[in-house]
T-cell receptor, first 117, second 114 residues
Framework: AQTVTQSQPEMSVQEAETVTLSCTYD???????LFWYKQPPSRQMILVIR??????QNATENRFSVNFQKAAKSFSLKISDSQLGDAAMYFC??????????????FGTGTRLTIIP | NAGVTQTPKFQVLKTGQSMTLQCAQD?????MSWYRQDPGMGLRLIHY???????DQGEVPNGYNVSRSTTEDFPLRLLSAAPSQTSVYFC?????????????FGPGTRLTVL
């Protein structure tokens, strides 16, 4: 079974600065997908960014980017120019290859990010 | 589109009571699932369904039942609630296959069992 580990329960960053959240995972599969979800105080789960394991290029979505190291099984999230609205719980998630029945996600335990004004 | 809807938003039960958490989606997604979120444990999969009439167990299925009679609805039943089932419950849906497909989550139901 796959496992996802987020070793930083809490992080804080000054507004406008850059912060990196860590995620490692364990799998024997070669084809899989990784996601970062944001959960603000409203409790809603919001997809931030996704990465296909077969793609070597790191995904980027505006101020959010990932550092995907497949050999090291590491998938960190970098948030640039942090804003107050980025304050939330962030979850790293794993899913197996693109086959019907493989849709289930395995989540890490989350990192609570605080933005300091 | 309303997306994924869940009712109720909050519920308090006494030990031994039964209830059904409702989940519906209007995106014609074949895949639907239920997760529970507990402090310090992330989200854990309870049950999932890849289409009407098909359900399967996830990581923590004990104490929960599901059925999928339509594409749109995927209710979660607690037959005899226990304090250990106090949690926040999320329903999610997506198109099947296609690994990059986003899973859409409902707003969650906070359940307290006394």
């Amino acid at each position: 079974a796959q496992t996802v580990t987020q070793s930083q329960p809490e992080m804080s960053v000054q507004e406008a600065e850059t912060v990196t959240l860590s995620c490692t995972y364990d799998t024997s599969e070669s084809d899989y997908y990784l996601f970062w979800y944001k959960q603000p105080p409203s409790r809603q789960m919001i997809l931030v960014i996704r990465q296909e394991a077969y793609k070597q290029q790191n995904a980027t979505e505006n101020r959010f980017s990932v550092n995907f190291q497949k050999a090291a099984k590491s998938f960190s999230l970098k948030i640039s120019d942090s804003q107050l609205g980025d304050a939330a719980m962030y979850f790293c998630a794993y899913r197996s290859g693109p086959y019907r029945g493989n849709e289930k996600l395995t989540f890490g335990t989350g990192t609570r990010l605080t933005i300091i004004p | 589109n309303a997306g994924v809807t869940q009712t109720p938003k909050f519920q308090v039960l006494k030990t031994g009571q039964s209830m059904t958490l409702q989940c519906a989606q209007d995106m014609n997604h074949e895949y639907m699932s239920w997760y529970r979120q507990d402090p310090g444990m992330g989200l854990r999969l309870i049950h999932y369904s890849v289409g009407a009439g098909i359900t399967d167990q996830g990581e923590v299925p004990n104490g929960y039942n599901v059925s999928r009679s339509t594409t749109e609805d995927f209710p979660l039943r607690l037959l005899s609630a226990a304090p250990s089932q106090t949690s926040v419950y999320f329903c999610a849906s997506s198109y099947p296959g296609q690994g990059h497909n986003e899973q859409f989550f409902g707003p969650g139901t906070r359940l307290t069992v006394l």
